[in-house]
């Protein structure tokens, strides 16, 4: 159940991935954000990261994943064409281009806590790519998804090259298979 801070009024939850119901809890809280948070537009999935680092392959493997279960969704960001911090700017403006009014759902790797390695956070509000890392990018999104797939806090670059990819791929796969279900249910 997403959960409401009351300072903020922003509602989040994290989910393990090694619970049995991850999937499903997932997939029922991605349902219920989006039934929350949209508005009249086309919904397009933000996926963030590279394929060139494998804590920060994330985005682009939800994205290719996404791409076979549900290939009429508006997926930007794949393994073939991901997006990151050197085309994030560019790739707004071709979404902003393309579809008048875009609901944006963002999804992005990130560094945490010893603790929530192995979450994903689903999140109210805009995300903010790069932060982990000390680069300054654009806040997307009218919600947005994040797998913490290492510890930060110390040689954030190093800690990304050496995530385990048996940890992103799991993540991955729960992202992809909850947001296609999610849109599925939402949009049929």
Request: aromatic share 8%.
């Amino acid at each position: 159940m997403l959960i409401q801070n009351p300072l903020t009024n922003k509602k989040s939850i994290r989910i393990d991935i090694d619970s049995p119901y991850a999937k499903k809890i997932f997939q029922e809280n991605f349902l219920q954000l989006l039934c929350d948070k949209y508005f009249p537009g086309p919904i397009v999935i933000l996926c963030i990261g590279t394929d060139r680092s494998t804590g920060d392959s994330l985005g682009p493997l939800v994205g290719e994943r996404l791409k076979l279960l549900y290939p009429t969704a508006n997926v930007y960001g794949n393994l073939a064409d991901p997006v990151h911090a050197a085309n994030l700017d560019d790739v707004l403006n071709q979404i902003y281009d393309k579809f008048k009014n875009p609901f944006i759902i963002a999804v992005d790797a990130s560094l945490g806590r010893k603790e929530n390695v192995g979450t994903i956070k689903l999140s109210d509000g805009a995300l903010k790519p790069g932060a982990g890392v000390n680069k300054n990018l654009p806040e997307v999104g009218e919600f947005h998804v994040t797998g913490i797939v290492n510890i930060g806090g110390f040689m954030e670059y190093f800690v990304l090259q050496n995530t385990r990819l048996y940890t992103v791929m799991k993540m991955a796969d729960i992202i992809a298979e909850g947001i296609s279900r999610g849109l599925k249910t939402f949009l049929d």
